[in-house]
């Protein structure tokens, strides 16, 4: 399909600041889409904004995010030879909103299908909903995780919005949603019904506290995506003030960095977005600069990808069986140049091929720890239930 029917190309005022660019700077060295055929296949990664928030609750404004972000990410440095980028500016609004989620889906399908990841500049939330819906096309059974604050389950019966676009997406038919993953939800924010629920539904979450203690913990969660949504009211004011609902606790700026180059590197992966950014409540573009670098690690994080997931053809890993007392065997592979630790359930799961990509499951070393020391790792067990 001809995606140029869904585009705008980047403001022509940001353009023709290129001259105060210096050459390896990022709005310097990459390249634009202006109305011309765009040979899509040819690139890496696809920059993309979406001016929409008709379906954002209590922030609107956030419709106005991308050139702002592009302003904070065209000053910083390339250094990505082996990476190509394209900017295909911002999706076009529709009439109704609607036809703006048939405009992302469209796009995106392209996109994934070239093998093309798109960072999307938002918007609200919600549109994480279209973006996954561009996968149904592919036949794969896909794995969303959401850096957070809240579930953004919704109520019974409540219209999509960017606080109920994932229960659209569980109820969604026919649905290829095999896992869903929160990052840093904050519990005072979020009904205990709704923290049991997820718990039902064999979904993994990660609380604010933990992943403060131990940032490496959200390595093997975002390893496991093929999606990554990031709602910035998960930050703290001080580093993200640009969000009409801050909160004074949430992650910092530099764990946000981390935790997008953990995105980056993960083959898996194959889109990202930020949500909710409104540059009416930002302070001195600090919100919009931050994202800047968020997105400069994550494809920082890209250059360095190495094939280590594993096959079982695969002779990179190191195999460890663990016998634990009356129960199952449990099989743990360590790539032997990454040290990334993964779950094979290969062995005891289902035979359908839409399960197949995952019958290995990221996990860290201290899941293989713990089953050393004769106990079942939660991850261990979480998918277990699933794939048998």
């Not at 005022?13 to 296949?41: C, P, R, V, W």
């Not at 992302?104 to 918007?123: A, S, W």
């Not at 950014?277 to 250059?303: L, R």
């Amino acid at each position: 399909m001809d995606i140029s029917i869904f585009l705008n190309p980047v403001n022509k005022d940001l353009l023709d600041s290129n001259t105060l660019y210096l050459a390896k700077q990022i709005g310097n060295s990459i390249d634009f889409y202006n109305n011309d055929d765009i040979n899509i296949e040819d690139y890496d990664i696809a920059i993309i904004g979406i001016n929409e928030d008709r379906n954002s609750v209590d922030n609107a404004g956030c419709k106005d995010a991308p050139d702002v972000i592009r302003q904070a990410l065209y000053p910083l440095y390339n250094h990505w030879k082996n990476v190509k980028i394209i900017d295909l500016g911002n999706i076009k609004t529709g009439f109704n909103i609607e036809d703006t989620y048939y405009a992302i889906n469209q796009v995106f399908l392209t996109l994934l299908k070239n093998h093309v990841i798109p960072i999307v500049l938002g918007g609200s939330q919600d549109l994480t909903f279209p973006l996954y819906q561009a996968y149904e096309n592919t036949g794969k059974l896909v794995n969303i995780t959401a850096i957070d604050s809240c579930f953004d389950i919704g109520h019974d019966k409540e219209e999509i919005n960017s606080k109920s676009y994932l229960s659209y997406i569980v109820l969604h038919q026919p649905n290829y949603l095999f896992n869903f993953t929160n990052i840093g939800y904050q519990t005072y924010f979020n009904d205990d019904e709704v923290i049991s629920l997820m718990k039902k539904l064999f979904f993994d979450a990660c609380r604010l506290g933990n992943a403060h203690n131990n940032i490496t913990l959200t390595e093997p969660l975002l390893r496991n995506a093929d999606i990554v949504s990031i709602d910035i009211s998960a930050f703290k004011a001080s580093d993200a003030p640009g969000i009409k609902r801050c909160s004074p606790n949430g992650f910092l700026g530099e764990e946000g960095c981390q935790m997008t180059r953990y995105a980056g590197l993960s083959n898996k992966l194959s889109s990202i977005g930020f949500f909710e950014y409104n540059p009416n409540y930002d302070i001195n573009n600090m919100t919009a600069k931050m994202i800047s670098q968020m997105i400069w690690y994550f494809i920082e994080g890209f250059s360095n990808r190495i094939d280590d997931i594993p096959t079982p053809e695969s002779e990179d890993f190191i195999k460890y069986i663990v016998q634990i007392e009356e129960q199952e065997e449990m099989v743990f592979l360590c790539h032997k140049l990454t040290e990334k630790w993964w779950i094979d359930l290969s062995f005891k799961s289902k035979d359908n091929e839409m399960y197949q990509r995952h019958h290995y499951i990221p996990c860290s070393k201290q899941d293989y720890d713990q089953a050393m020391h004769n106990e079942v790792p939660d991850r261990w067990w979480q998918y277990y239930q699933k794939l048998m």
